[in-house]
């Protein structure tokens, strides 16, 4: 494994420049072609509820089948692997789209994608800890976690992606932590690729945000959603930041807990009748008074006074950077001590 010193920043910004710019071409192309063909689903939080194209998700996928392609042919075959997975996520969630797919299957189906990179034996099975100072050595229980963490990490940003621009911007968020991570604390070397598969993810999600943040042009379909929570779940395995990661998904997997804690099971969102807040005649967004509506983080944000979506989006925003600030500083302590 080379070193992350070692590795040229000029190589890594031609990736995340590369694969932004792919992005914001395709997805002004999906955005176009879905509108034409009237692919459209209404805007419930703003005023005349406006027709969006329903999924930016097939424009992530081509974007991933591309940079999957090109590390192939580089012989970056780890990034290729973990490329390839989060493309069948992507596949699975546009069939979610599609066809549907039941909540409690899709803890199951959004776990397969993993056995790509499992059977390919593309990762370490030595996770970090910094509280012991070590890493631990899971060779049998190492595949079965990761399997495991695969489909909460897409399933808790599928549940979080329900106002403009927040999925994309929170994965940006924790792609980004990941990368400070590995340069703040340096004491494990994370997986051949590991800094070019953050860097082309990196620049793939920057190009696509202008058309879904708010106002959207676009929204992410469980297509885009889960394959989000793919690359998430890829970049933790790839740079080896096993303890990291669950810090900085702590907000998604708290509010996707809350969420199945309150509707008491696994329920698609479709079929959730009774929504967590309500919009008034001013098009600000107040918590719901029915006591049998989902608990979410949206909900907890605007217990104080109603906000409207936009500042929803700004708040959720300020959360999650703040989040991640706490978790790589409790990360950088622990690993200096």
Not at 191 to 218: E, M, Q, R, T
Not at 271 to 279: C, D, F, K, S, T
């Amino acid at each position: 494994m080379s070193s992350v010193s070692d590795v040229n920043v000029y190589y890594l910004l031609a990736w995340f420049a590369g694969c932004g710019l792919l992005s914001y071409v395709v997805t002004a192309i999906v955005v176009s072609v879905e509108r034409s063909k009237g692919y459209l689903a209404p805007d419930v939080h703003k005023p005349g509820n406006p027709l969006v194209p329903k999924s930016g998700g097939p424009a992530l996928m081509v974007v991933c089948g591309v940079i999957a392609l090109v590390t192939l042919y580089l012989n970056l075959t780890t990034v290729a692997v973990y490329m390839f997975a989060v493309l069948l996520t992507g596949f699975l969630g546009l069939l979610d789209d599609v066809k549907g797919i039941g909540a409690m299957a899709k803890v199951v189906v959004f776990a397969i994608p993993a056995l790509i990179p499992v059977l390919t034996h593309a990762y370490v099975p030595r996770p970090y800890l910094p509280v012991l100072n070590g890493t631990l050595r899971l060779t049998i229980l190492y595949p079965l976690l990761f399997i495991v963490g695969y489909s909460v990490a897409a399933n808790a940003l599928n549940m979080a992606d329900t106002h403009n621009g927040v999925a994309p911007t929170a994965s940006i968020v924790v792609l980004a932590s990941l990368l400070l991570g590995i340069i703040l604390t340096p004491k494990v070397e994370p997986l051949p690729g590991a800094l070019i598969f953050l860097s082309a993810s990196l620049g793939g999600l920057v190009g696509y945000l202008p058309f879904n943040k708010y106002p959207a042009k676009v929204f992410n379909g469980n297509c885009g959603s889960f394959l989000m929570g793919g690359l998430l779940a890829s970049a933790m395995a790839l740079c080896r930041e096993e303890f990291l990661f669950i810090l900085l998904l702590i907000p998604l997997v708290l509010n996707g807990f809350s969420i199945l804690s309150s509707i008491k099971g696994l329920k698609n969102k479709e079929q959730i009748r009774v929504r967590p807040a309500v919009l008034g005649d001013d098009w600000r967004i107040r918590p719901s008074r029915n006591p049998k509506a989902p608990v979410t983080l949206v909900q907890l944000l605007i217990l104080k006074e109603p906000l409207t979506e936009k500042e929803i989006v700004v708040a959720y925003t300020l959360l999650l950077i703040i989040s991640s600030a706490i978790a790589l500083t409790v990360y950088y302590v622990l690993t200096t001590i």
